[in-house]
């Protein structure tokens, strides 16, 4: 036998006789392993990628990796990840808090010095470029069997319309009759009563604010039920019948989280947070939902007692950076509802999803909201109505069609429960009614909704049962089709995700996900869940297609109503336009995404594009656009800026 026969029986040999040993002494591993081989193939294969897209894990080193609560697409093409103290009560304690700068583009980043805790604030877009923050975490929950000292809210007012502010530290006692003291957890700040004269007289408003308060020791003793009035220590008798404190029950009951009242601007171009005014109420789970004229409406959340708060809502004014309450807009909502701007400046429309807290009867319904009446129509008719918390919505196709898309939810609390729903709603409708679309492969609370140049809707990851549990979470991904109300099938992401997982467009075109807080690790519920810090990244079908049509040549800023020349080598097989709000997601929550479509006409190398007039389709702030060609492949998003009416700040690179 020749010597290169010999080597090459040896190697027929190795691949068939030792597989085989292999696969009759453990059958199951081989059978997985070749089974595993035959799925990286085939979702690596062309064909596939050009039809359903691909997944890509990205981990980055361990001294960059971050809890994700937040996620926003910044304007210099960047990624802000806000974590603040990361659902970790020794990071809260310690005062770590924590955001990462990552650069998709690069794989680079960058930990960025936090200043507050920012977990479970609510945050969005201004028309600067800068992201608005506002509230967090005061302090972490205490569940049933932890809470050891009595605790409860306790108002402070303030009859005094001559007085100065009072400033009342952490510590502060209050005495009841019964001579029980409890110490105010929180520095907190009484302002002077008000004071309106007419011809008939004066009237006196007494000022008022709440802080949380503890009894001084552990015990039952401390419990009490039905209001009281309390002595503040530190308060000289004669003040006394001027400034005072009410509380009701002191318990020994759970203890919800309690929110704070600041409010930063980051700004994307030092890449570094502003202290801007605070909020008018401590805030925890909210909502900011950016309006037509630029300003920014907070809504909802958990105060600084751990009670959702009952309709306080105010408006942030970019200009002056300050807060108001707006009493005259008084409306419940469960916390981070989903309140969208529509067409009309006006009208705002809560689709009913939510992240959380509040009782199940009440605030659950969506609706339109009249801000000129503060009258909220509700809108019966949706499938599934009772299973709405963590569900998501989002704008379905271009922002002009007036159609909002609610996906997925679950059950109230820790519910079990979960829907499939895709339901629809046309706001332009002369009688608007929720229309049933296609349903999802199974119940999906916390889905990932992320609308793409193409008009196309990513629905991604989630879990069937609360934060996983079970071992529940959905690997899978779809495709919704506004346009024909149909769902295509999208690669499955490698990673499950369910709470506190965000997606987001990134300027090329492709999504980025991140996050997930599960609440256990295993199948029996026994084991602690870890927080997912690995990135993943969608390449949607469209960019395994043939190369992305060009932008060669655009201007930096385009008013309402103007209309533009765009540069493109490609000019002949552009056929659509689409200006991409960036997105600010947490929760399963962005209100402020959103796809614009621009009115078109071609000419050699270029191509003219019409922002629309409405500043209430197209809401001051920086925008991504992209060209789209006849096979629906966009080209990589230029950042053009819609100032605000009026103004002539320059734009930025």
């Known amino acids: ?298 809504m909802s959340g958990l105060d600084g007692t751990g009670e959702v708060l009952n309709g306080q809502n105010e408006i942030y004014d970019p200009v002056t950076r300050q807060w108001t309450e707006r009493k005259d807009l008084t409306q419940y909502f469960p916390t981070y509802p989903a309140v969208f701007q529509t067409a009309r400046e006006n009208v705002l429309f809560y689709s009913g999803a939510n992240s959380g807290y509040g009782p199940a009867e009440q605030g659950r319904a969506p609706g339109f909201w009249n801000l000129r009446t503060n009258i909220l129509t509700p809108v019966p008719g949706m499938r599934d109505p009772d299973l709405l918390e963590t569900a998501g919505s989002a704008w ?53 909704l992320t609308t793409l140049p193409d008009d196309s809707m990513l629905i991604s990851n989630g879990s069937r049962d609360y934060r996983g549990k079970g071992n529940s979470d959905n690997h899978n991904a779809r495709l919704y089709r506004p346009q024909t109300n149909t769902l295509d099938y999208a690669a499955d992401p490698q990673i499950g995700r369910n709470y506190h997982s965000a997606s987001m467009l990134l300027p090329d075109g492709r999504v980025m996900v991140v996050g997930s807080d599960p609440l256990f690790n295993d199948t029996a519920n026994t084991v602690p869940g870890t927080f997912e810090q690995r990135i993943e990244i969608y390449t949607p079908p469209y960019l395994f297609r043939g190369p992305q049509p060009a932008i060669s040549d655009a201007p930096p800023k385009a008013g309402l109503g103007d209309t533009i020349t765009v540069g493109t080598p490609d000019a002949g097989r552009i056929v659509n336009a689409r200006l991409m709000a960036p997105m600010t997601a947490t929760h399963v929550t962005d209100v402020n995404q959103r796809s614009i479509a621009l009115d078109m006409t ?12 409405n500043r209430a389709l197209a809401p001051p702030g920086r925008y991504m656009l992209f060209l789209l060609d006849d096979r629906g492949i966009p080209s990589a998003g230029r950042w053009i800026e819609v100032p605000e009416p009026g103004s002539d700040r320059e734009a930025r690179p």
């Open 1 to 298: 036998m020749t010597p290169g026969l010999t080597r090459r029986l040896r190697r027929l040999l190795l691949f068939v006789v030792v597989p085989a040993v292999m696969l009759g002494v453990n059958i199951p591993p081989a059978w997985t392993w070749v089974s595993e081989l035959r799925h990286q193939r085939l979702i690596n294969s062309q064909e596939y990628k050009e039809q359903f897209g691909k997944w890509d894990v990205v981990e980055l080193p361990d001294d960059q990796k971050v809890n994700a609560i937040h996620a926003a697409v910044l304007p210099t093409g960047r990624i802000l990840l806000v974590a603040g103290s990361g659902n970790k009560e020794d990071m809260f304690n310690a005062g770590t808090f924590k955001s990462l700068v990552y650069d998709p583009a690069t794989g680079r980043s960058r930990v960025i010095p936090t200043p507050s805790d920012m977990f479970c604030a609510g945050h969005t877009f201004l028309a600067s470029g800068n992201l608005l923050i506002a509230g967090g975490t005061q302090r972490y929950e205490r569940l049933d069997g932890a809470v050891t000292n009595a605790a409860g809210g306790v108002t402070v007012k303030n009859e005094n319309p001559d007085a100065l502010p009072l400033t009342f530290p952490a510590g502060t006692e209050f005495r009841s009759p019964e001579g029980l003291v409890y110490r105010a957890s929180h520095e907190f700040v009484v302002e002077p009563a008000t004071k309106v004269t007419t011809s008939r007289g004066a009237t006196v408003t007494a000022s008022e604010t709440t802080v949380f308060a503890e009894a001084i020791e552990p015990g039952p003793r401390y419990v009490t039920e039905g209001p009281r009035q309390y002595l503040i220590n530190g308060i000289p008798p004669a003040e006394a019948r001027n400034v005072y404190a009410l509380g009701q029950a002191m318990t020994l009951k759970k203890q919800n989280y309690q929110g704070l009242d600041e409010s930063y601007e980051f700004n994307p171009y030092t890449e570094t947070y502003e202290r801007v005014g605070d909020m008018e109420f401590k805030r925890w789970y909210p909502t900011l939902t950016g309006l037509a004229d630029g300003g920014v409406l907070a």
């Open 602 to 613: 071609k000419r050699d190398g270029a191509v003219t594009l019409t922002v629309p007039e």
């Open 396 to 448: 379905a196709g271009p922002v002009q069609d007036q159609r909002i898309a609610v996906v997925g939810g679950g059950g109230v609390g820790e519910s079990p429960r979960s829907s499939a729903r895709i339901d629809t709603i046309d706001l332009d409708s002369p009688n608007p009614t929720w229309q049933p679309g296609p349903m999802l492969p199974e119940g999906t609370r916390y889905p990932n």
